[in-house]
């Protein structure tokens, strides 16, 4: 199956535009749901890594690109679904992760990580050398932030893989994972802006000899004017978006990739793809969901089994939390109690880094044993998992616990699914 991504640019000159969504989560719950839903819907599937989560020093996650790759096939594999058929991609890939070191120490880990996403099969590379590293002041010179995205472009392209990988340019403010601070307004990036960036990409690949490589530069990041923080959630609006879409009839062969576009609604997604943002990124809205099926389901457990066996899901993952703040304490700011609910109810989700605790895997799996050996009644599903109740009332959900949480999980993927007109 060809890629996906190939035929992005040319829907839209076509005037019959697609999208694609992409999956960035290392969670294996949430890689089996967008499988699920993959195979269900009959096409391709793209999933992402960033260079936190996935780098050659294995990332918070302690696996290297090719190890995350393993990962994901071994749940294709036991799903039944053709591997031909995912497309695995890298995120955010530069300095950042090592932005504390100087700019030579962290580019040339920068390029061992892209060596290896690009030597694992990843065909999707997002280049992104915007952050300063020690000693350097942001924002950093446009002309740096490019001469940096060349080299690591370099680096891939000497691995000769095939097919050649697909280059992402450009960055979002601010950075993945939604916004650090209250939101009040964002700005979108400007037709000048995103044609700047566009331009002095162009410059440094050439400078480079890097001809070739830039012909597979497919989309470019840029903000469209949505996004997420802790409580609130930034809509995109068409009509202030105009003048920025109206440069992709300038430049044929690209399309827009949007970041931080979780929690968005099913028309906005439908508007984004129609508008020329073909890719798009979601990744805590997913753990979001999970994370409310799971709350839903400690609450059944409390009413249903015995208190000597409850799981304490939660109470175990708040003392987790606590006790390994590096995750959440420099994102969720005001009171203890502030801080308390945001580290439960955030948008930005920053629980998600805590699934693979070894306490918190351990109380999650105590609560699937523990609902799993008892029939929960549908009139509790009616009041804690309402759709759900719905899809088992119709005979499409089984009520085991694991499939509600997959079930929640992709109500949130469909509609990216629907959007970008997956058939």
């Known amino acids: 199956m060809s890629n996906p991504l190939l035929s992005l640019s040319s829907a839209r000159v076509a005037g019959e535009p697609i999208g694609v969504y992409s999956i960035c989560s290392a969670h294996p719950w949430v890689i089996e749901a967008a499988i699920s839903q993959a195979i269900d819907d009959g096409g391709s599937l793209v999933i992402e890594a960033t260079s936190n989560q996935v780098n050659h020093a294995g990332g918070y996650t302690g696996m290297t690109p090719a190890e995350f790759k393993a990962f994901v ?102 950075p993945p994972g939604g916004a650090q601070h209250e939101l009040q307004a964002i700005e979108l990036t400007s037709p000048e802006a995103a044609r700047r960036a566009i331009e002095v990409h162009r410059q440094a690949f050439l400078d480079k000899g890097l001809e070739q ?110 006790h390994s703040p590096k995750n959440w304490q420099s994102h969720y700011h005001g009171s203890e109690h502030t801080k308390q609910l945001l580290r439960m109810y955030s948008y930005s989700d920053r629980m998600r880094y805590y699934w693979h605790e070894p306490p918190v895997s351990d109380a999650v799996a105590r609560l699937m044993t523990n609902l799993q050996a008892i029939e929960i009644p549908e009139v509790m599903l009616s009041r804690y998992l309402p759709e759900q109740y719905e899809a088992i009332r119709s005979g499409t959900l089984s009520p085991d616990p694991q499939s509600l949480i997959q079930h929640k999980i992709r109500q949130v993927i469909r509609r990216y699914a629907h959007a970008c007109n997956v058939q």
């Open 73 to 174: 096939f071994k749940i294709a594999d036991r799903l039944g679904f053709d591997k031909e058929r995912l497309v695995l991609g890298g995120d955010h890939l530069g300095p950042n992760p090592w932005r504390h070191l100087n700019a030579a120490e962290a580019m040339d880990h920068a390029k061992e990580t892209v060596r290896q996403y690009v030597a694992a099969g990843f065909s999707k590379i997002h280049l992104d050398t915007s952050m300063a590293c020690a000693g350097e002041v942001e924002p950093l010179d446009e002309a740096v932030i490019a001469a940096r995205a060349a080299e690591l472009c370099a680096v891939a392209e000497q691995g000769n893989a095939n097919p050649a990988p697909l280059y992402i340019i450009g960055t979002e403010v601010p």
């Open 213 to 322: 490589a830039w012909s597979r530069v497919i989309a470019l990041v840029v903000q469209p004017g949505l996004e997420f923080g802790d409580t609130r959630v930034i809509d995109y609006v068409p009509e202030k978006s105009r003048d920025l879409c109206r440069l992709l009839q300038e430049e044929p062969k690209l399309v827009f990739e949007a970041h931080s576009t979780d929690y968005q609604s099913q028309q906005t997604y439908t508007e984004l793809v129609r508008d020329g943002f073909a890719i798009l990124k979601v990744g805590p809205a997913l753990t979001f969901a999970m994370r409310e099926a799971l709350a839903a389901l400690e609450d059944i457990e409390r009413q249903l089994v015995p208190a000597e066996r409850h799981s304490q899901l939660f109470a175990t993952i708040e003392s987790v939390m606590l």
